[in-house]
Structures are given as structure tokens and as C-alpha cells.
């Protein structure tokens, strides 16, 4: 996973990102920023570190617990910056965002309203929905927030 913006991923949903430092920080994040500075002996990547944590807050912090990021590169808030999407309270919020910027939701009210059928009787099989975020984007859980990132 390469953590970058698709350029030309037709089936990625632009999401208009707000400010990650919006998202409340917790205890959690706090963690994860300590341990990955403690970790780190170069004093010039310390600070970009905590730089990039004292701006992006938790959502730079869930970056730092993906699998595959270097927290050692001195371009890791560059890196963090290309590969954030969004973050939100509820995993649902997600999966509505990513209908709403694919067009799904409106495609299916369009549908039911030519067809005549009651938008009740349509449901989305969110099982299948998570599945398909979750293959669009990296998902981690820092202080109860859901920070999505590019894969």
C-alpha cells in the first residue's frame, strides 16, 4: 500500500477533508505520539514528528499506527498529508460520505423515484459497504475517531 492519493481511481469519492485537528485528542493519541518519539533517537525527527502531531493531531497520530508507515522518514508529515482523507466519529458516517461521493445515494433516489418505489424498500447492505471502504481506504480507530487514509 502506498498510502498516496489516486490520481485516476474512478471509484474513489472526493470527500471534502476538514481540518484533522477539528478531531478531538485523547489520551490514545497521546500514546501512540510519546511512543513513536521515544523511539526515535534523531533529534531533527523529533521535532518533525512532533510538529506534524502539534498540526494534524490525532489523525497524524493513527497514520503512525499503519503497518507499512516509516515514522523515521523525515518526509512522514508530507507522506500523512498525501494519504489523508477524512475522519469521523462513526464508521457509518464513513460509508454515507463515500455513497454520497461515488453518487450512489442519489443514483438509487433517482432509481426509486422513476420506478415509483418507495426509497424504504431499497436498503444498502452496509456489510458490503464496509467491505468496500475498507478496500478504498486504511481505516484506524485513534480516541474513538475513524481516520481513513489512501491506500
Same mark, same amino acid.
Given at each position: 500500500?502506498?498510502?498516496?492519493?489516486?490520481?485516476?481511481?474512478?471509484?474513489?469519492?472526493? #470527500?471534502?477533508?476538514?481540518?484533522?485537528r477539528? #478531531?478531538?485528542?485523547?489520551?490514545?493519541?497521546?500514546? #501512540?505520539i510519546?511512543?513513536? #518519539?521515544?523511539?526515535?533517537?534523531?533529534?531533527?525527527?523529533?521535532?518533525?514528528?512532533?510538529?506534524?502531531?502539534?498540526?494534524?493531531g490525532?489523525?497524524?497520530a493513527?497514520?503512525?499506527r499503519? +503497518? +507499512?508507515?516509516?515514522?523515521t522518514?523525515?518526509?512522514?508529515?508530507?507522506?500523512f498529508?498525501?494519504?489523508?482523507?477524512?475522519? @469521523?466519529?462513526?464508521?457509518?458516517?464513513?460509508?454515507?460520505?463515500?455513497?454520497?461521493?461515488?453518487?450512489?445515494?442519489?443514483?438509487?433516489? +433517482?432509481?426509486?423515484?422513476?420506478?415509483?418505489?418507495?426509497?424504504?424498500?431499497?436498503? @444498502?447492505?452496509?456489510?458490503?459497504?464496509?467491505w468496500?471502504?475498507?478496500?478504498?481506504? +486504511?481505516?484506524v480507530?485513534?480516541?474513538? @475517531?475513524?481516520?481513513?487514509f489512501?491506500?
Amino acid at each position: 500500500m502506498n498510502h498516496e492519493s489516486p490520481e485516476n481511481y474512478s471509484d474513489t469519492p472526493p #470527500v471534502d477533508t476538514p481540518n484533522p485537528r477539528a #478531531v478531538e485528542i485523547g489520551a490514545e493519541s497521546i500514546r #501512540v505520539i510519546q511512543e513513536v #518519539v521515544g523511539r526515535t533517537a534523531d533529534p531533527e525527527l523529533r521535532q518533525c514528528l512532533l510538529a506534524g502531531y502539534l498540526e494534524h493531531g490525532a489523525a497524524f497520530a493513527a497514520y503512525l499506527r499503519l +503497518d +507499512d508507515t516509516a515514522p523515521t522518514a523525515a518526509t512522514v508529515v508530507t507522506r500523512f498529508a498525501e494519504a489523508y482523507v477524512s475522519s @469521523w466519529k462513526l464508521f457509518d458516517q464513513l460509508i454515507d460520505d463515500t455513497l454520497e461521493g461515488l453518487g450512489w445515494s442519489q443514483a438509487l433516489q +433517482d432509481f426509486c423515484a422513476a420506478q415509483g418505489i418507495d426509497p424504504d424498500y431499497l436498503t @444498502w447492505n452496509r456489510d458490503a459497504l464496509a467491505w468496500r471502504v475498507r478496500d478504498i481506504y +486504511d481505516v484506524v480507530e485513534v480516541d474513538g @475517531w475513524q481516520h481513513a487514509f489512501y491506500r
